[in-house]
């Protein structure tokens, strides 16, 4: 008789008996806590010329036990039958054996559990293309929606809660105050320190103010306000319709025969639409006074001379086009919220892919389109 | 569970009754009591069924007996030793010996169902990936959801991850099983099958099983014995055996949840 020492506190030995039975002898504690043997040590008693045909349990000896014995009797039972070799548990507790029993019926179809494989690249990328096709219809069908949802409001038959409006106003506006002041506050810091750092070697330094001015009214207020609130607010919108959509507070409201694109969506798009030029006119003055620590701090400029080159800098259209890509990043970004909201899934990891992808497209929407609005700009020379 | 029922009884156990006792525990949200005085003992290996109508504070008990809400006042015991009063390491300790069964399975939504039952065994024991994957497969088998090691939550349906979630709970061999609502959402049949599974599995592993629920099928089917909580009086009105309960109770309250008769009709012309 072979003895094999599996584990410190675990025994299992075998021993071959003449009618080719190998008799597995279970003795000691079995613990999941000290690890398990696995069935892959059964592997040599199964060589060419030696292999049993019979397998059979002695558990005289054997003290408490966990599922470490149940994992090891069952793979055991696996090996045999994929070797054909009969195995015979009747010398197992009988508890034992009822769970092996539990474990080998069949509840579920065996169709029901195809086995997962890995596809092709092929097959990978086609399933990717159609996945990407099937997200653009179903992002031109949501436009469509709410192109609909704006008719349905120009007409006054859109519904939705105006206390529903004023809350998302207040969120993404006067709540995002604090964040905006900081971070446009410091852009204006930065844009005026690197200037001044050039322009001093000219004696030039006052024109630090046009920099600031006007970088930050045309172009920098409104994007880094955008970037903001699509961390903020975006991210915000579509959590939260992706919630309502795991919950089911969607489909509640579909059934009622309320829109959920008018109750949801109309009020999140006209909060951003409003909110962002008033966010992007503070974030510019911001930007200046952030100039005007730097100008008066580090070039010795006075705060009035300095808010009077800024003032005689700036232009209108510069102020305006500023605006105006505020407000039309505004609108991109309640759409991509609301958007990847409507196309989440319905897990809880679902709403945080959702949340990711919303973001990143609204950042990528918000380039795009500041560099088509560059290129636009300059035709009409605004 | 820690199944430690060996044929010939190897396991040092403790004594048989009283593997849990609930003294003087009082519920409340701040000022407001939601039940008091709760006093009952569950022995080991039963199924005790924790009833009641809905939102008297069935579950809120049960998280109270796993420590996801602390008592206003009472502890809960577990082999004699006071889980309310435990240290935050003994009280690690107590919770890895308790498997829960949450209302809707609560299976990690990011995780295949093999990934879900593995992780407390990655935390708490020595096993390899392999023989995490092997135990996983084998819980999962003792459900009845072998071949769906590599599934997600979402993929499969309601009463598979109900399932799902019981192998889930059983992962490290506890010695108590909660279940919240095992049946809700569960067609009659699926709802039959899993209260079957729970008297295997109570019968093999001789885990002391805590169910709540107000399924009066599961009630006499699984109950061994019961308390019977009610919202007015905010205390257990009622306890015992739910099939005595039904034969010699005479509290009309009792008598009414139990023979699903109307408010305030049938209670003396049956």
Known sequence: ??????????????????????????????????????????????????????????????????????????????????????????????????????????????????????????????????????????????????????????????????????????????????????????????????????????????????????????????????????????????????????????????????????????????????????????????????????????????????????????????????????????????????????????????????????????????????GIFAVVFNILKI | MAVSKSANGGGSRPQPDGHIQVRDLTMAYGEHVVMRDLNFTVKRGEIFIIMGGSGCGKSTLMRHMIGLIEPAAGEVLYDGKSFTKAGPGEREAMLRRFGVLYQGGALWSSMTLAENIGLPLGEFTDLSPAEIRAVAALKLALVGLSGFEDFYPSEISGGMQKRAGLARAMALDPEVLFFDEPSAGLDPISSSLLDELILDLRDNLGATVVVVTHELASIFKIGDDSVFLEAESKTIIASGAPKELLANCRDPRVHRFLTRAGPEIGDHHG
């Open chain 1, 1 to 370: 008789m072979r003895i094999e020492q599996v584990a410190a506190n675990e025994n299992l030995s075998f021993e071959k008996t003449g009618d080719g039975t190998l008799l597995i002898h279970l003795q000691g504690a079995w613990r999941m806590h000290h690890g398990m043997p696995s069935a892959s040590r059964m592997e040599p008693e199964f060589r060419a010329g030696s292999s049993p045909r019979r397998i059979a349990f002695e558990a005289a000896k054997l003290a408490e036990w966990d599922s470490s014995l149940l994992s090891f009797v069952w793979s055991v039972s696996e090996l045999c039958i994929r070797r054909g070799i009969e195995a015979d548990r009747t010398g197992l507790p009988p508890g034992l054996r009822n769970l092996l029993e539990l474990a080998e019926a069949v509840h579920e179809k065996e169709d029901d559990s195809r086995a997962k494989r890995r596809p092709s690249l092929v097959e990978r990328l086609g399933r990717a293309s159609i996945a990407t096709a099937d997200s653009l219809g179903e992002s031109l069908s949501f436009l469509g929606q709410v192109v609909v949802a704006f008719g349905n409001l120009a007409r006054g038959k859109a519904r939705y809660r105006a206390s529903d409006l004023f809350e998302t106003i207040q969120e993404c506006g006067a709540n995002g105050l604090g964040i905006v002041s900081l971070v446009s506050f410091l852009v204006g810091v930065i844009l005026a320190f690197m200037g001044a750092v050039q322009l001093q070697q000219f004696g030039a330094q006052i024109y630090v103010a046009d920099l600031v001015a006007i970088g930050t009214a045309r172009d920098m207020g409104a994007i880094m306000t955008a970037m903001i609130v699509t961390g903020r607010t975006g991210a915000a919108f579509t959590a939260r319709i992706g919630t309502m959509k795991v919950t089911e507070e969607i489909d509640a409201m579909t059934t009622m025969g309320i829109s959920p694109i008018e109750f949801l969506v109309l009020p999140r798009i006209i909060a951003l639409t409003l909110m962002m030029p008033l966010l992007c006119l503070y974030s510019d003055f911001m930007g200046i006074i952030g100039g005007a620590s730097i100008g008066a701090g580090m070039l010795g400029l006075s705060p009035a001379a300095y808010m009077g080159e800024s003032i005689h800098a700036l232009h209108a259209h510069d102020l305006l086009g500023g605006l105006f890509k505020s407000l039309v990043y505004g609108i991109l970004i309640a759409f991509a919220g609301c958007l990847c909201g409507f196309e989440c899934g319905n897990s809880s990891s679902a709403v945080g892919e959702a949340t990711t992808r919303a973001v990143v497209m609204s950042i990528v929407l918000i380039v795009v389109s500041c």
